[in-house]
C-alpha cells in the first residue's frame, strides 16, 4: 500500500513539474513573442511619412526647394522574398549616365528624410536611388529588422542600378538604422561583388544593444530573460536571432572600401560604439571620419565639412 501510495505521489509530482515546465516554456514564448513583435512592429500606427516632414522642417530645411529643383521618378522593385517595394531615382538633366549613390534613411522616417543628403549627391553630379525601409513609408513589408531582411532590398536596387549603368560607380549609403542596413549588406557576397564603396553614417551598431536601451527602464525582468525569450521565439518564428543582427560583428565580412561617420555629439549611436564597428571592417580601405555634430546631422549643420569627407573619399 505505501509503495502504491509513494507510486502516486511520484506519478503526481511528475505531471506538476511536467505542467510547469510546459507552462513556463509556454510563458517564455509569449513574452519573447511580446518582446519580438514589439521590436520588429515598432512603427505600427506611427506615421513616418509625417515624421519626416516635421523632422526637416524642425531642422529648418527647404523641402520645397528641393522638390522644385529635383524631380523624383518612382517605380517599384522586388526582393529575393517576394518583398515589393518603392524606390524614387533622381538624376540631374536626365542624365542616368553617371554614378549612382542608393542611400537608406533612419528609423521612423522614410525616404524623403533623405532629401539634404540627396542634394549633396546630386550637386555633385551623382544619380540617387531612395526608398522606403521595411516598416516605413510605403514599403510592403512591416517588419523593422535592423538590416537583416532590409539588406535584401538593397540587393534588388544594386541589380537594378548595374543595370542600368553597368560601367559606373555603385555606392550605399546609409544613416542610422540605415547604416545599420548598409553594413549588413556590406558583409554579403553580393556586395563584395557588386559595390564599389559603402558609407555608414552613425550607424547602429547591434539590434539587441539598441533593445537593452529599451528595456533599461524595466527593472521587474532581467534583461538576459528578455533576449532568451526574444531568441527563442525569433527563431522558431522568423529564422534567426539577435545574435544573427550584431552589426559591428558582421563587419569582419565586410571587404569593401567603406567610409564610416561618426558624430560626436551622439546620443543614440554613441561614438565609442561607432568606432568599435570601425575598427572590426575587415577591408584595407577603410576610412573613420569625426564629425562634431548631433545624430546623423552633419548633412545639414556641418555640410560643407560632411560633403567633402564624403567626395574625398569617393575620389580616391
Known amino acids: 500500500m505505501k509503495k502504491s501510495i509513494k507510486k502516486k505521489i511520484i506519478i503526481g509530482v511528475s505531471i506538476l513539474l511536467g505542467i510547469i515546465v510546459i507552462g513556463g516554456i509556454g510563458g517564455s514564448y509569449y513574452f519573447g513573442k511580446l518582446v519580438t513583435e514589439g521590436l520588429f512592429h515598432q512603427n505600427d500606427g506611427n506615421d513616418t511619412k509625417k515624421n519626416s516632414l516635421l523632422q526637416l522642417k524642425e531642422w529648418g530645411y527647404d523641402l520645397e526647394q528641393f522638390n522644385a529643383k529635383y524631380s523624383g521618378e518612382t517605380f517599384h522593385l522586388k526582393a529575393e522574398d517576394g518583398n515589393t517595394f518603392p524606390v524614387t531615382s533622381y538624376s540631374t538633366d536626365g542624365d542616368k549616365a553617371k554614378d549612382t549613390v542608393i542611400l537608406i534613411h533612419g528609423a521612423g522616417g522614410d525616404n524623403v528624410f533623405l532629401s539634404p543628403l540627396a542634394e549633396i549627391y546630386l550637386e555633385n553630379g551623382w544619380n540617387v536611388l531612395t526608398f522606403d525601409l521595411r516598416g516605413h513609408g510605403d514599403n510592403e513589408d512591416p517588419l523593422v529588422t ?6 535584401m532590398d538593397v540587393r534588388a536596387i544594386v541589380d537594378y542600378a548595374e543595370k542600368v549603368n553597368s560601367d559606373k560607380q555603385i555606392i550605399v549609403h546609409g544613416q542610422s538604422i540605415g547604416g545599420a542596413t548598409a553594413g549588413m549588406y556590406a558583409a554579403t557576397e553580393h556586395a563584395a561583388k557588386h559595390v564599389d564603396a559603402v558609407i555608414m553614417d552613425s ?31 525569433m527563431k522558431l518564428n522568423y529564422g534567426f536571432t539577435f545574435k ?25 549611436c554613441l561614438p565609442e560604439k561607432v568606432e568599435t564597428l570601425y575598427e572590426n571592417v575587415a577591408a584595407e580601405d577603410k576610412e573613420l571620419v ?3 555634430t548631433e545624430h546623423i546631422k552633419g548633412m545639414l549643420d556641418q555640410k560643407e565639412e560632411y560633403t567633402a569627407a564624403v567626395m574625398q573619399f569617393l575620389a580616391k
Open 290 to 292: 569625426s564629425i562634431d
Open 146 to 151: 535592423f538590416g537583416y531582411l532590409e539588406r
Open 244 to 268: 544573427d543582427v550584431e552589426i559591428t560583428e558582421q563587419q569582419k565580412y565586410n571587404e569593401i572600401k567603406t567610409l564610416v561617420i561618426k558624430s560626436e555629439q551622439d546620443d543614440v
Open 203 to 233: 550607424p547602429v551598431y547591434s539590434m539587441e544593444e539598441m533593445f537593452a536601451g529599451v528595456w533599461q527602464d524595466t527593472e521587474d525582468i532581467p534583461f538576459s530573460y528578455a533576449v532568451t525569450c526574444g531568441n527563442l521565439y
